[in-house]
């Protein structure tokens, strides 16, 4: 086959160019860390490439959210554990304005603190997060859900959420009215006929709503037993002239009733009756204190002035159980964001590893491969050159 000069001259610069871009590819290689650098050079992995950075993208946006979602409960946790202490400095004055030993003055001045604790409670109602948004007003985040002590409830009962991982969303906050409204409790006691010195005292209880009545029954004819009744169904309850002062927790003779004790007093005549009873209704804790605050100012917090008698502790500690499940709900949050970060740093470094398996170059074959290529490249140019000096008109 007869091969002439111009095809010589192709052949060898063909040669030197494919040399020199192979060189390039391997250099831009190096030089970026990638093996692949183009969709051409492998199309099958070029896509497993584009899903897993979407994957990897994905579940740094979770890890970001979970962060942004556990500071807002901590926003919360703090604000609540503030409001639980206020709650608690509160009973403690109840407690000292419910004792006999005050008198107006000083329940005055123990008025004047309360006040002032009740101003700090709703001004914690009202806090923000780190965007500004109120943390209590449900989806109204640019509404304060209080506006005064004796206020309704400004927001709604949404919960904003986050999503912090494939299917998984946590709730970043509470609505006030859950957390800062309870049912207030007013138990009534009242003597409908007997002695003078027979009475009953609601000594203790939890806040729980009574659905009907309770009627005490007590009759010489069928003494030392009495008995109340509550949905028609009658219940001996022991009771004696010499047993005056005998604590009776109602609970234990039937679940159905919340845990409060009723303590007799006084002896029984022949024609004794006495009903007790339970009204509530739903009010924020505000409301409750305020009442209380009012009842110091006025000197009214006997056993004869309910619900500003012991009523009110029992109305403070259903506020304060209120916040308190709120922030039990805060921990159980926190414990499923922490779990749930786990599994999307478990994602995270698995979809990292086959990423940089798939994409990422191997520099020692790389660095071997570009010596190879550059031998190869440099060979092709000196067999260019001697070629090039082949012609006949050297010879003539």
């Known amino acids: 086959m007869r091969v002439s000069t111009?095809?010589?001259f192709d052949q060898g610069l063909t040669a030197m160019l494919n040399k020199q871009t192979e060189l390039s590819k391997t250099q831009l290689q190096i030089s970026t860390g990638k093996k692949i650098l183009n969709p051409s050079d492998d199309p099958a992995a070029s896509v497993q490439i584009l899903n897993l950075q979407r994957e990897f993208s994905l579940t740094e946006q979770y890890l970001?959210?979970?962060?942004?979602?556990?500071?807002?409960?901590?926003i919360e946790e703090?604000?609540?554990?503030?409001?639980?202490?206020?709650?608690?400095?509160?009973?403690?004055?109840?407690?000292q304005g419910l004792s006999d030993t005050n008198g107006p003055d000083q329940r005055k001045a123990l008025a004047g603190e309360m006040n002032q604790l009740n101003e700090q409670l709703l001004l914690l109602s009202n806090s923000k997060d780190s965007n500004g948004d109120y943390l209590f007003s449900g989806f109204q985040t640019n509404?304060?859900?209080?506006?005064?002590?004796?206020g309704?409830?400004?927001?709604?009962?949404?919960?904003?959420?986050m999503k912090i991982g494939a299917g998984v969303t946590i709730e970043t906050n509470d609505p006030g009215n859950i957390v800062f409204e309870s049912r207030h409790i007013a138990t009534t006691s009242t003597k409908i006929a007997g002695s003078a010195d027979s009475n009953i005292a609601i000594s203790s209880g939890n806040g729980t709503e009574l659905s009907t009545a309770i009627t005490f029954t007590f009759n010489a004819a069928i003494a030392p037993s009495g008995g109340y009744d509550v949905n028609g169904g009658p219940t001996t309850i022991p009771y004696t002239a010499a047993e005056a002062g005998l604590n009776i927790d109602l609970n234990a003779l039937d679940p159905s009733l919340p845990k409060v004790s009723v303590t007799f007093t006084g002896t029984p005549s022949a024609t004794d009756s006495f009903s007790v009873g339970t009204s509530s209704s739903v009010q924020t804790m505000f409301n409750t204190i305020d009442q209380f605050v009012k009842a110091?100012?006025?000197?009214?917090?006997?056993?004869?002035?309910?619900?500003?008698?012991s009523d009110f502790l029992i109305n403070i500690d259903a506020s304060m159980d209120s916040v308190l499940n709120a922030q039990a709900k805060i921990g159980a949050r926190v414990n499923s964001i922490d779990y749930q970060r786990d599994i999307n740093d478990?994602?995270?470094?698995?979809?990292?590893?086959?990423l940089s398996e798939i994409r990422d170059l191997d520099y020692a074959e790389a660095v071997s491969r570009l010596s190879l290529q550059m031998t190869a490249l440099q060979a092709a140019q000196q067999t260019f050159t001697r070629v090039q000096g082949l012609s006949l008109f050297n010879f003539l």
């Open 64 to 74: 970001d959210n979970a962060t942004k979602a556990e500071n807002k409960q901590v």
């Open 152 to 161: 309704a409830y400004q927001g709604d009962e949404g919960q904003r959420s």
């Open 78 to 95: 703090g604000v609540l554990s503030s409001a639980t202490d206020i709650l608690q400095r509160i009973r403690e004055i109840a407690i």
């Open 6 to 8: 111009s095809q010589i």
């Open 346 to 354: 478990g994602l995270s470094f698995s979809n990292e590893k086959i």
């Open 143 to 150: 509404t304060p859900p209080y506006e005064t002590i004796n």
């Open 296 to 309: 110091l100012e006025a000197d009214q917090v006997g056993a004869n002035n309910g619900p500003n008698n």
